[in-house]
């Protein structure tokens, strides 16, 4: 089945830029979606189709592809940005959701 | 503006069946492409996807779930429901309900705990 790769941990300093890759075969050809949950709550979709924002999220937050790589980046990283971070893709040859393993960003 | 909202039974015995439902208010269950989906997540550990239907009634399992989940609609309720059978250990986790389109998980609900235990 689609495996989708996540560093387990990224650190930023304030104020710096945070990258979360999420790795996957041919994941250039298909929709990736970020989600940002924090301690105790439910996920909340940060990005959407690789690169476009919900209403309401920062446009600090920005996603990107290139090769079989895709990358969230979050500018001007804040204290309140401090979460776990999930890529997320649909696999149509098996028909089901997949998940990345989960990023954990800290600022330090 | 949508919201999603779980509920059953927070404790279910080994071998049993796991039984939630996800009522969805500030819009209709039917209007719209949308999947309504169930997604779990054990403590300390990241999201798994369990399976979603579609308002025709189609649905979509995770294939190392799928013989043992059944997900089903109520429109005239606008609930959807989520059963689970021979649960163990393993099935101890927060779900989730979510609202799925192309554009990814966009509303999802708060989580309920479920433990599995004698």
């Known amino acids: 089945s689609y495996v989708l790769t996540q560093p387990p941990s990224v650190s930023v300093a304030p104020g710096k830029t945070a990258s979360i890759t999420c790795g996957g075969n041919?994941?250039?050809?298909?929709?990736v979606h970020w989600y940002q949950q924090k301690a105790g709550q439910a996920p909340v979709l940060v990005v959407f189709d690789d690169s476009d924002r919900p209403s309401g999220i920062p446009e600090r937050f920005s996603g990107s592809k290139s090769g079989n790589t895709a990358t969230l980046t979050i500018s001007r990283v804040e204290a309140g940005d401090e979460a776990d971070y999930y890529c997320?893709?649909?696999?149509?040859?098996?028909?089901?959701?997949?998940f990345g393993g989960g990023t954990e960003l800290t600022v330090l | 503006q949508v919201q999603l909202q779980e509920s059953g039974p927070g404790l279910v015995k080994p071998s049993q069946t796991l039984s939630l439902t996800c009522t969805v208010s500030?819009?209709?269950?039917?209007?719209?492409?949308?999947?309504w989906s169930w997604i779990r997540q054990p403590a300390g550990k990241g999201l798994e996807w369990i399976g979603r239907?579609?308002?025709?009634?189609?649905?979509n399992y995770n294939p190392s779930l799928k013989s043992r989940v059944t997900i089903s609609v109520d429109t005239s309720k606008n609930q959807f429901s989520l059963k689970l059978s021979s649960v163990t250990a393993a099935d101890t986790a927060v779900y989730y309900c979510?609202?799925?389109?192309?554009?990814?998980?966009?509303?999802w609900g708060q989580g309920t705990l479920v433990t599995v235990s004698s």
């Open positions: 997320q893709v649909w696999d149509s040859s098996s028909a089901h959701v997949v």
């Open positions: 239907i579609y308002t025709s009634g189609s649905t």
């Open positions: 500030g819009g209709s269950i039917s209007s719209g492409s949308y999947y």
């Open positions: 979510a609202r799925a389109s192309r554009r990814g998980l966009d509303y």
């Open positions: 041919n994941i250039g050809t298909i929709s």
